[in-house]
């Protein structure tokens, strides 16, 4: 609530006629497809767009669409629209870019030539309303005099502008994504921005099921460069950080190249710690003559660790151990992380059931065998990180890292799978993360537009 609540009545629109809306900046065009899934009819009086990926995109969602070009191409945009979105790129602004701002020149600039676009209109064929998106670091100190300059040059062109920060995990979406709006009304109208929704949908609600694609999961090498580096972050003090993610999580910010920044959505795939439908139960590790160990777990200087069932039978080497975290990873290069830290791994007061583990002469070799119903590994050497207290026998859980899959950034950008399957249809995956990392997530934008449908 606010002082215009009481001195201008609010800016509706008829569900009954048709929106005519144009996107600048437009992506595969969000902002339609929120409008849409609002209820209005959306008459597209052209987009302005120079990626031609995501102009596949766009005609894929929303049919042939006049593209009148990149901004600074064309000196106004057509009368009579409705609603005009736009943005502008952040590179220049965001805190992952160089933060140049939007100096002429850059390419953040665009927004002060979208700016000159309108100007060149007379006050009867600017839009009724404009609508921008941008990273939050608009907000900021360091922008204050760009964000004050691209208000007033609104307000010199009769807007009156309503800003807030909404974040995508308020609007029932799992994904911690804060982004500027700038809602411009031309005339004397006040808006409202939309209040959080309760929402209890977490990363598990988005993910895809099964992911067996390799290309995927982080390599061990990649794993041991992410723990590494992340080490020597936290030592510096600085946000870019590696933390594998949980089903129970929500995802942080969508990035133009999913996976590929230590502050990336990059998921752990858990083996459950169950053997058909029970939890699993304790295991004793028996050497290979078949006699028991002691309760100290060892055989002669050998101790054994045992990893649960999600570990396929195999070969496995220790490709580097990083205090409490060990990287394994098999003959097929597929990496696998043991997190001794880890409140889900098992430590066991004494063995109940007959199991096996074979250790093979080889240095820093695993080996799972099967002889019996349970599946073990055994570690050859002793390492000081590694160790049994006590006549504990520990069972740890062996993991897999991935980064997010293109339809699992689709989805956390609000998309429906059958949205996406068009995307995918026209696009590489290369092309699929750069453009949901670059759009706004469509949950939001409905939130933002159910405030203007007459009521």
Known sequence: MN??????????????????????????????????????????????????????????????????????????LPPGIDICTWSFPCQDISIAGKQKGMV??????????????VKNMTYEERPKILLMENVRALFSETFRCDWREIQLRLENMGYKNYSDILNAKDYGIAQNRERVFILSIKGDYNYNFPKPIESDLRLRDFKENNVIDEQYYL???????????????????????????????????????????????FLIEVGKLKIDGKDMPRHRVYNEDGIATTTTTKIGSMPYYVFNEMLPKGKYFIYEIIGNIIILEDDSKRAFVV?????????????TIKGYAKAEEEEDVFYIDRPHQ??????????????????????????????????????????????????????????????????????????????????
């Open 3 to 76: 002082i215009f609540n009481y001195m201008y009545e609010d800016i509706k629109f008829d569900i009954n006629k048709p929106i005519r809306l144009f996107e600048a900046f437009s992506g595969y065009g969000s902002q339609a497809l929120a409008l849409q899934r609002v209820g209005f009819k959306v008459e597209h009086v052209g987009i302005s767009e120079i990626d031609k990926y995501a102009i596949r995109s766009h005609n894929e969602l929303h049919g042939k669409v006049k593209n009148y070009g990149g901004i600074g191409s064309f000196d106004k």
């Open 104 to 117: 002429d020149g850059s390419r953040s600039n665009y927004g002060y030539v979208f700016l000159d676009t």
């Open 219 to 265: 390599s061990a090498k990649m794993i041991a460069f992410l723990y590494n580096n992340n080490n020597k972050q936290i030592e510096r003090g600085n946000g870019f950080r590696f933390s594998p993610l949980s089903d129970d999580s929500t995802a942080k910010t969508i990035t133009t190249r999913s996976g590929s920044r230590m502050d990336d959505n």
């Open 339 to 351: 997190d001794l830290d880890d409140p889900n791994n098992l430590t066991i007061p004494e063995a």
């Open 374 to 455: 349970k599946r073990g590994v055994v570690q050859k050497k002793s390492t000081p990180t590694i160790k049994t207290s006590g006549n504990d026998l520990a069972i740890y859980t062996g993991k897999r890292i991935r980064k997010l899959t293109p339809r699992e950034c689709g989805r956390l950008m609000g998309l429906r799978d059958d949205e996406i399957d068009k995307i995918l249809a026209v696009n590489s995956n290369t092309q699929a993360y750069k453009q949901f990392g670059n759009s706004i997530v469509v949950d939001v934008l409905v939130a933002i537009f159910k405030e203007l449908l007459l009521k």
